[in-house]
């Protein structure tokens, strides 16, 4: 089995920065990419941004150049880095695994953290 624990969010202060970092746990092979979405209140979840094993990544336009996503492969890590923070950014945000394959061979599919709330302080 795999979990994935995220760092509790705070409060999101408009212009300020915050981080998020999420460590998954298990007998761990190899993961492809590691991501996060978020969801506000009556709206869909959506992807913030994600990063493939090889360190290739993808924003939203919303977080595109305020945001960045990184990833230690050796401690199977990832690191959300949130700067130039809006209201529209409050919302819980989720880590995801899109794909694991543990040392055992076995595979997992679309691993889900349990969500960390970002709140605007504002």
């Known amino acids: 089995q795999v979990q994935l624990v995220e760092s509790e969010g705070g409060l999101a202060q408009p212009g300020g920065s915050l981080s998020l970092s999420c460590a998954a746990s298990g007998s761990i092979f190899a993961i492809n990419a590691m991501g996060w979405y978020r969801q506000a209140p009556g709206k869909q979840r959506e992807l913030v941004a994600a990063i493939t094993a090889s360190g290739s990544t993808n924003y939203a336009d919303s977080v595109q150049g305020r945001f960045t996503n990184s990833r230690d492969n050796a401690k199977n890590t990832v690191l959300l880095q949130m700067n130039s923070l809006k209201p529209g950014d409050t919302a819980v945000y989720y880590c995801?695994?899109?794909?694991?394959?543990?040392?055992?061979?076995?595979?997992?599919?679309?691993?889900w953290g349990q969500g960390t709330q970002v709140v605007d302080s504002s």
């Open positions: 995801n695994i899109d794909r694991v394959t543990l040392s055992n061979k076995t595979v997992y599919w679309d691993i």
